[in-house]
């Protein structure tokens, strides 16, 4: 008789063996769990080149986040390529399904969009745009599991009426928070640093301009802020646990006006600065003449110079305990900026070297200059009424203020185009207009048989006129292209 099998101690092995599987399970998990929790998280930076999102990823990545760069438009990478854990993708926030795409596998997003650009069928509509922008991003972040978005906005006065800027950067942060993700939002002032719009403003109008009238939005107080601390601030937030779910304020030591920012970044060049302040000049005049002064077009001009109006200071410091950085002064920020803003035109003039935007360029520098040589023969041909024409009219009291306002409006055009704004194009087309009017008018007699503007002129003068108006009417050609030209912003 065969021994009968030893069914306790089979029991015992095999109960044996499953801990032993049970211990291996929970040993992996635990291991799957720690891995999780050392791999760095995937971080998502929209607005990968813009003023902010281009200096924020390479941040990231040299902390050794996996970084995520989204883009409206394709990124074209110089070089050797992206930095190591960097990767950029192509998606626009006004098309969900390209949005649920670009967050797979993102953990933490950063929000740094807004809509303040277009022509005039669309800017004056940014604030929808904004908000629909914000639910399409809550919406994908949702459905691809994005545990936090931190989103930049801007400082303001709760207790005051906002600008629409301010109102849609405030509601762009409650759309965001409205989820089940914790969203972390910085509240920044203004910002100084090259390719920043509120700081090219200043920078252009300073340069371009010595002597401004200004509205009273220029005595507004701010707390000005260096791109780089907002940088650290915004790195930092990632790693830093107290900012999670919070609205944070920042910005720099010092509290100062526009005014004042005009003037240091003036005596930074060296340059003497007068300001005249008129009351009574509203935030859309104001924007035209920026957009006639600098790069920076009225569409987005208005916005930025309408939040401008109310004081952006920080009344609640609780970001200086959790992060501790000691922001730059004001000065110093302005130095870093004029630095950088000159290396990044160096930069751009090696890369344009021989490209076709380099030919466009080169082609808008010869029709400045051609513009400038048109102009001096007009001024010239313009004076020839009293060195060449022998009649008495040209020396009438109202034919004397006339010719004296259009030589003033001759030299005025010259150093506005010398400066490089479009203003000195529109003074030049307007002044070529007219010369075309009078002059061919002072000839009417050639078509009509008498005289309009004054006495009979002579052959000479006739001649003159005529070569005049074609000069008048290729300068007012040239200065239209120009105005119309292709812009930066």
């Known amino acids: 008789m065969e021994d009968a099998p030893d069914v306790s101690l089979g029991a015992a ?10 211990r291996d ?10 891995s999780r929790r050392a791999a760095p998280p995937t971080v998502l930076v929209t607005g990968a080149t813009g003023f902010i999102g281009s200096r924020l990823i390479p941040r990231l990545a040299s ?9 409206r438009r394709r ?9 190591k854990g960097v990767r950029y993708v192509q998606a626009d926030a006004f098309d969900p399904k390209g949005l649920r795409t670009a967050m797979r596998g993102v953990d933490v997003a950063y929000y740094l969009i807004h809509s303040m650009e277009g022509g005039s069928g669309t800017w004056q509509k940014f604030a929808e745009r904004e908000m629909l922008q914000a639910k399409n991003f809550l919406e994908a972040a949702t459905r691809a599991g994005v545990k936090r978005i931190i989103y930049l906005g801007g400082l303001h006065d709760a207790g005051r009426h906002l600008s629409p800027h301010m109102r849609s950067r405030k509601e762009v942060g409650e759309v965001l928070a409205s989820g089940g993700i914790p969203v972390t939002e910085l509240r920044a002032s203004l910002i100084i640093g090259a390719r920043g719009s509120s700081y090219e403003m200043l920078q252009y109008l300073v340069e371009r301009l010595s002597v401004m009238v200004c509205p009273s939005w220029v005595k507004s107080a701010a707390q000005p802020i260096a791109v780089g601390d907002v940088i650290e601030y915004l790195a930092r937030c990632l790693t830093a646990d107290a900012t999670v779910g919070r609205i944070l304020e920042i910005g720099g030591p010092d509290r100062v006006t526009y005014e004042d920012l005009m003037r240091m970044y003036a005596g930074r060049l060296g340059r003497r600065l007068i300001i005249l302040q008129i009351p009574f000049l509203t935030t859309r005049l104001s924007s035209y003449w920026v957009d006639l002064v600098t790069p920076v077009r009225a569409s987005l001009a208005r916005p930025l110079i309408d939040s401008l109006v109310h ?3 920080v009344t609640d410091d609780s970001m200086s305990a959790i992060i501790k950085i000691r922001p730059k002064p004001v000065r110093e920020s302005i130095d870093i900026a004029v630095e950088e803003t000159r290396n990044l035109a160096d930069a751009g003039r090696r890369q344009k070297k021989g490209t076709s935007e380099a030919g466009d360029v080169g082609g808008r520098e010869a029709g400045r200059a051609a513009v400038l040589a048109m102009l001096v023969l007009l ?37 506005m185009v010398i400066a490089g704004t479009r203003l000195g194009y529109l003074i030049a087309g307007v002044l070529s207009a007219s010369a075309v009017a009078f002059w061919l008018a002072d000839n009417a007699h050639v078509a009509f048989g008498t005289p309009v503007i004054a006495a009979l002129p ?12 074609v000069l008048a009417a290729a300068t007012m050609a040239v200065s239209h292209v120009l105005f119309h030209g292709k812009r930066r912003r």
């Open 311 to 313: 004081d952006t200071v």
């Open 63 to 71: 902390d050794g986040f996996d970084v995520v760069g989204m883009s």
């Open 458 to 469: 002579s052959e000479m003068i006739v001649a003159r006129n005529f070569v005049g108006a």
């Open 13 to 22: 092995r095999a109960a044996g063996h499953s801990d032993v599987k049970g």
């Open 75 to 83: 990124v074209a990478v110089q070089g050797a390529g992206p930095a």
């Open 25 to 34: 399970v929970q040993q992996q998990q635990q291991h799957d769990a720690d």
């Open 379 to 415: 001024g010239a041909i313009g004076t020839s009424y009293y060195w060449l024409d022998g009649r008495a009219d040209v020396y009438h009291p109202l034919w004397l203020s006339g010719s004296a306002l259009w030589l003033v409006a001759v030299a005025a055009s010259v150093a």
